[in-house]
């Protein structure tokens, strides 16, 4: 069980060091100015970024999840915060472009920079981290996705 552990922290920890720091204080700024903060998410992804806003919430934030039925509509100077490990996740996507439309700022949390979701972002915090199991060489030992998900669980929590 210890060698399992020790993969799953080696890899998530090699995933943080390369988060781009100047970003990840651009996010927060992002919050922190927001009226009110939305949240975007599907399976795994949207487990993750829902813990998160439930955090911010704690810290006073007003907070939606953005697909709820009793959320108000987003506006200006609301912030989503969508959340897409490879960026083209169908309800994510269509989130933060009714976002956009509504004048609304869009951050969204992906691993692939080159992807719908992180070209409609104001702001796009790359979790560089594998998607799939053992695709491009990426030497994860762990399940489909599970890199980018422990990753964003240990980043935005």
């Not at 988060?19 to 975007?40: C, G, M, P, T, W």
């Not at 795994?44 to 999840?65: C, E, I, T, W, Y």
């Not at 490990?85 to 949390?109: D, F, I």
Request: charged share 25%; proline share 4%.
């Amino acid at each position: 069980m210890r060698a399992y552990r020790d993969i799953i922290l080696r890899e998530v920890s090699g995933v943080l060091d390369r988060i781009d720091e100047d970003s990840s204080r651009k996010f927060v700024n992002e919050l922190a100015r927001a009226k009110r903060i939305y949240i975007s998410g599907v399976g795994r992804s949207g487990l993750v970024v829902k813990a998160f806003g439930q955090r911010l919430m704690h810290l006073g934030f007003d907070v939606h999840l953005a697909d709820e039925i009793t959320a108000p509509g987003i506006r200006r100077g609301d912030l989503l915060v969508a959340c897409s490990g490879s960026g083209t996740t169908h309800l994510t996507v269509y989130m933060a472009r009714k976002a956009r439309r509504m004048g609304a700022r869009c951050v969204a949390l992906t691993a692939r920079a080159r992807s719908p979701l992180a070209s409609m972002a104001r702001l796009a915090v790359l979790i560089p981290a594998p998607l799939e199991h053992g695709k491009n060489g990426d030497g994860t030992r762990q399940p489909a996705r599970s890199p980018s998900d422990r990753t964003l669980r240990g980043r935005v929590s």
